[in-house]
């Protein structure tokens, strides 16, 4: 377990961030209804075998990793995952990442909310001093999205990860380009209110 970020269920009043099970599995694998927008992310689950691996590889870490069900609170139903992950307690520093979301969720508060969630959980009751995310230099969304948020662009790292591995063995079938972005405590009250106000907008 994660002694600095903990594993809090983080609530707000459209949605709750609760830690993955893997009594999650069936809804999770429902999730991804139309794998286009996650084409340029490898291994999101799309049935219930691989949603149960997608799980237990989030869990399998937990000093660096905190993987959560995006939980709408009117219905009870899973909308998405999200993560906090290469946690770093010593340097007061995490990514968040590993997100996706039903088609009808998108474009909705549930992604704003959720990050808000994140980042007021990491900067003002953790008291981290930098958050970053990671993306396909070629994911448009979600480079846009992670943009919107306040996050600053901060270069290419160049063949950073595995893309495409397939096979017991990871065979790598490409290497992916990652744009990296992060936002410090510095940005964080700035942030903060661009956030609450895309929250306050109706749906």
């Not at 940005?187 to 609450?196: F, H, T, V, Y």
Request: aromatic fraction near 8%; include cysteine; glycine fraction near 6%.
């Amino acid at each position: 377990m994660s002694i600095w970020l903990g594993t809090n269920e983080l609530v707000a009043e459209q949605i709750t961030l609760r830690p993955l099970t893997l009594d999650d599995a069936e809804q999770l694998a429902q999730v991804v209804d139309n794998p286009e927008p996650y084409r340029w992310t490898s291994g999101t689950p799309t049935d219930i075998a691989s949603a149960r691996d997608w799980i237990e590889k989030s869990l399998a870490d937990p000093e660096h990793r905190v993987a959560y069900a995006v939980v709408d609170n009117s219905t009870g139903r899973i909308l998405g995952s999200t993560s906090f992950y290469e946690i770093d307690a010593a340097n007061l520093s995490t990514s968040i990442g590993y997100t996706f979301y039903a088609v009808d969720a998108q474009g909705t508060t549930v992604n704003p909310t959720a990050k808000y969630l994140l980042l007021k959980h990491a900067f003002e009751d953790c008291g981290a001093v930098r958050v970053v995310w990671h993306t396909h230099e070629s994911n448009a969304q979600s480079r846009a999205a992670i943009a919107k948020l306040g996050a600053t662009f901060e270069g290419l790292l160049r063949k950073h990860r595995r893309f495409g591995a397939s096979g017991a063995t990871g065979d790598v079938t490409g290497w992916r380009t990652t744009a990296q972005y992060a936002m410090t405590d510095d940005d964080w009250p700035a942030a903060r209110a661009i956030l609450l106000e895309r929250m306050s907008r109706t749906s």
